[in-house]
């Protein structure tokens, strides 16, 4: 009669554990099958590559980068600050999967239209030094394959990268408690760090109207606003040779407006970012400006030697 009782007892509590087991799989299961729903790649629209032009390739594949340097106007804890800012476009080869500078010529190879981008200004007794790197399909046929930002001064350096996968992968890592570490997934749409490079290649194609675009890296980790796509209106307008976009989002109360040469290369001449500056009784509106001090077309990276710093001088610095 134990015997039977302890079988029964023993085949109870098996069922009732393997109910268990089953049951926390099936949740683990779906808790996968959650994670790879959010994962789950949403391919950007089918768009054909755009032929390049052979005034395209000659400008861009004759083994120079372009440098552009500018006097800086630059809005930060409520007052205007002055310093250089410099834009350096130059092509490469990229790698999809690593999402990196290809290091020899592979099939898949994708080759892009890079900008370096640099901000360098005084904050009172300490400097600030900014950064944002974005990459570009010259085919003008996806969004950008990754952006990079990142910011050094006194008080600490903050650190981005966006790459572009199955989603908008976005890695932020700052000082700040409340921004410490942040991985963030958003669904792919128009980047602002991405219009200078498109204006490069194809100004008559960047989005106009009413759209949704992610404003740059630089914008929401210095103003420590979300990270999300904002709506924005833009409008594109020539006078004299010259054509102005302006990206206006209403909810951040920021109009940015790139000048630009109407004909090709589109070289960036000016621009002017407007929003509200500084905190409480110190915050208010200012306009930030760049305008162009001069522009080399050379191979920077074979010029690191001490013979070579008097071409800092061609860019006025």
Request: aromatic share 12%; net charge negative; with cysteine.
């Amino acid at each position: 009669m134990f015997k039977k009782w302890l079988t029964l007892e023993l085949s109870i509590v098996l069922l009732a554990f393997g109910s268990t087991v089953l049951t926390s799989c099936q949740e683990k299961l779906t808790e996968n099958k959650k994670e790879l729903v959010a994962v789950k790649e949403t391919p950007e629209p089918t768009v054909a590559k755009k032929v390049l032009s052979q005034e395209f390739k000659d400008y861009w594949y004759a083994g120079n980068a372009e440098i552009t340097s500018y006097d800086l106007e630059q809005a930060r804890y409520g007052e205007m600050r002055t310093g250089k800012a410099v834009k350096i476009f130059v092509t490469e080869p990229f790698l999809k999967d690593k999402q990196v500078k290809a290091d020899g010529n592979n099939a898949d190879n994708i080759p892009i239209l890079k900008l370096n981008a640099t901000k360098n200004y005084l904050t009172g007794i300490y400097p600030y030094a900014i950064m944002t790197s974005s990459f570009y399909p010259v085919h003008d046929n996806a969004h950008a394959i990754k952006v990079a930002f990142s910011s050094q001064e006194w008080c600490g350096q903050v650190y981005a990268q966006l790459n572009n996968r199955a989603q908008f992968e976005i890695s932020s890592h700052s000082y700040f408690e409340t921004e410490a570490d942040e991985d963030i997934r958003l669904d792919k749409t128009n980047l602002e760090d991405e219009v200078w490079n498109r204006i490069r290649i194809d100004p008559s194609a960047l989005p106009a109207g009413r759209i949704e675009m992610i404003p740059s890296l630089e914008f929401i980790r210095l103003t420590h606003k979300p990270l999300r796509a904002y709506e924005a209106t833009t409008t594109t307008s020539t006078t004299d040779g010259l054509s102005k976009y302006e990206i206006n989002y209403p909810e951040l109360e920021r109009i940015l407006t790139i000048t630009f040469t109407e004909a090709f290369p589109h070289t960036i001449e000016t621009w002017s970012d407007t929003y509200k500056s500084g905190n409480g009784a110190n915050a208010q509106t200012l306009t930030s400006k760049a305008t162009k001090i001069a522009r080399l077309k050379t191979p920077y990276w074979t010029q690191n030697g001490n013979k070579d710093l008097y071409l800092r001088d061609s860019l006025g610095f």
